[in-house]
Protein backbone atom coordinates (compact mmCIF):
# COMPACT_ATOMS: atom_id res chain seq x y z
CA UNK A 1 0.00 0.00 0.00
CA UNK A 2 1.19 3.49 -1.11
CA UNK A 3 0.95 6.08 1.96
CA UNK A 4 2.78 8.99 3.15
CA UNK A 5 2.53 9.44 7.17
CA UNK A 6 3.61 12.89 8.54
CA UNK A 7 4.29 13.28 11.63
CA UNK A 8 5.95 15.96 14.49
CA UNK A 9 2.99 18.78 14.25
CA UNK A 10 1.97 20.08 17.98
CA UNK A 11 1.36 23.21 19.78
CA UNK A 12 3.70 25.98 20.33
CA UNK A 13 4.76 29.22 20.72
CA UNK A 14 5.60 32.31 18.97
CA UNK A 15 9.31 31.81 18.06
CA UNK A 16 9.29 28.32 18.61
CA UNK A 17 10.91 25.77 16.56
CA UNK A 18 9.35 22.52 14.74
CA UNK A 19 10.70 19.40 12.63
CA UNK A 20 7.90 17.67 10.52
CA UNK A 21 8.92 14.47 8.94
CA UNK A 22 6.97 12.67 6.06
CA UNK A 23 8.01 9.09 5.51
CA UNK A 24 6.89 7.40 1.84
CA UNK A 25 6.07 3.65 1.67
CA UNK A 26 4.73 1.34 -0.78
CA UNK A 27 7.42 1.45 -3.74
CA UNK A 28 10.43 3.45 -4.38
CA UNK A 29 10.04 7.17 -4.53
CA UNK A 30 13.99 8.34 -5.09
CA UNK A 31 13.23 9.46 -8.73
CA UNK A 32 10.22 11.35 -7.38
CA UNK A 33 10.61 14.93 -6.06
CA UNK A 34 9.06 15.80 -2.71
CA UNK A 35 7.03 18.78 -0.93
CA UNK A 36 5.29 20.41 1.52
CA UNK A 37 1.29 22.17 1.29
CA UNK A 38 -0.34 23.69 4.72
CA UNK A 39 -4.11 24.45 4.46
CA UNK A 40 -6.48 26.04 6.71
CA UNK A 41 -10.42 25.84 7.12
CA UNK A 42 -11.45 27.81 4.01
CA UNK A 43 -8.64 28.21 2.36
CA UNK A 44 -7.17 26.92 -1.12
CA UNK A 45 -4.04 24.46 0.12
CA UNK A 46 -0.84 26.50 0.06
CA UNK A 47 2.88 25.42 -1.52
CA UNK A 48 5.00 25.58 1.32
CA UNK A 49 7.98 24.35 -0.32
CA UNK A 50 9.75 21.34 -2.25
CA UNK A 51 12.95 19.18 -3.08
CA UNK A 52 13.95 17.64 -6.21
CA UNK A 53 14.17 13.79 -6.75
CA UNK A 54 17.81 13.78 -5.91
CA UNK A 55 17.81 16.20 -3.16
CA UNK A 56 19.74 19.11 -4.13
CA UNK A 57 17.50 21.91 -5.61
CA UNK A 58 15.05 23.35 -3.11
CA UNK A 59 12.19 25.56 -3.56
CA UNK A 60 10.62 27.65 -1.75
CA UNK A 61 6.80 29.26 -1.49
CA UNK A 62 6.73 32.49 -0.18
CA UNK A 63 5.22 31.80 3.36
CA UNK A 64 8.71 29.51 3.42
CA UNK A 65 11.30 31.68 2.59
CA UNK A 66 14.14 32.48 5.59
CA UNK A 67 12.28 30.70 8.25
CA UNK A 68 11.67 27.41 6.91
CA UNK A 69 14.70 24.61 5.76
CA UNK A 70 13.56 21.32 3.55
CA UNK A 71 15.65 18.16 3.87
CA UNK A 72 15.05 14.56 2.46
CA UNK A 73 16.62 11.07 3.42
CA UNK A 74 16.45 9.61 -0.25
CA UNK A 75 17.89 6.10 1.41
CA UNK A 76 14.72 5.92 3.42
CA UNK A 77 11.93 8.12 1.16
CA UNK A 78 11.91 10.76 4.33
CA UNK A 79 11.50 14.67 4.17
CA UNK A 80 11.77 16.74 6.39
CA UNK A 81 10.60 20.26 7.21
CA UNK A 82 12.40 22.48 9.42
CA UNK A 83 10.16 25.36 10.75
CA UNK A 84 11.78 28.31 12.90
CA UNK A 85 10.49 31.30 13.86
CA UNK A 86 7.45 30.48 14.25
CA UNK A 87 4.11 32.59 13.79
CA UNK A 88 0.44 32.62 14.60
CA UNK A 89 -0.37 32.74 10.65
CA UNK A 90 1.86 29.38 10.59
CA UNK A 91 -1.02 27.52 12.26
CA UNK A 92 -2.40 25.35 9.49
CA UNK A 93 -2.43 21.22 8.86
CA UNK A 94 0.45 20.40 7.26
CA UNK A 95 0.69 18.07 4.16
CA UNK A 96 3.75 16.22 2.31
CA UNK A 97 3.10 15.10 -1.09
CA UNK A 98 4.44 14.27 -4.00
CA UNK A 99 3.66 15.03 -8.36
CA UNK A 100 2.34 12.77 -10.55
CA UNK A 101 5.31 12.29 -12.22
CA UNK A 102 8.70 11.18 -11.72
CA UNK A 103 11.76 14.04 -11.74
CA UNK A 104 8.74 16.36 -11.88
CA UNK A 105 8.57 19.73 -9.58
CA UNK A 106 4.75 20.84 -8.87
CA UNK A 107 4.05 24.20 -6.97
CA UNK A 108 0.23 23.96 -7.09
CA UNK A 109 -2.02 20.74 -5.40
CA UNK A 110 -3.45 19.87 -8.81
CA UNK A 111 -0.36 18.43 -9.77
CA UNK A 112 0.36 16.32 -7.00
CA UNK A 113 -1.50 12.81 -7.09
CA UNK A 114 0.04 11.33 -3.06
CA UNK A 115 -1.03 12.83 -0.09
CA UNK A 116 -0.38 12.18 3.47
CA UNK A 117 -3.32 12.45 5.81
CA UNK A 118 -1.82 16.02 7.46
CA UNK A 119 -0.61 17.32 10.83
CA UNK A 120 -1.52 20.05 12.76
CA UNK A 121 0.59 22.97 13.67
CA UNK A 122 -0.79 25.72 15.97
CA UNK A 123 1.36 28.77 17.45
CA UNK A 124 0.34 30.42 19.98
CA UNK A 125 0.79 34.29 20.49
Known amino acids: QVQLVESGGGLVQAGDSLRLSCTAS????????MAWFRQVPGKEREFVGA????????YYGQSAKDRFTFLRDISDNTLFLQMNNLRPDDTATYYC??????????????????WGQGTQVTVSS
Open 51 to 58: ISWNGETT
Open 26 to 33: GRNFSNYS
Open 97 to 114: AIPRGPRAVGYSWPEFDL
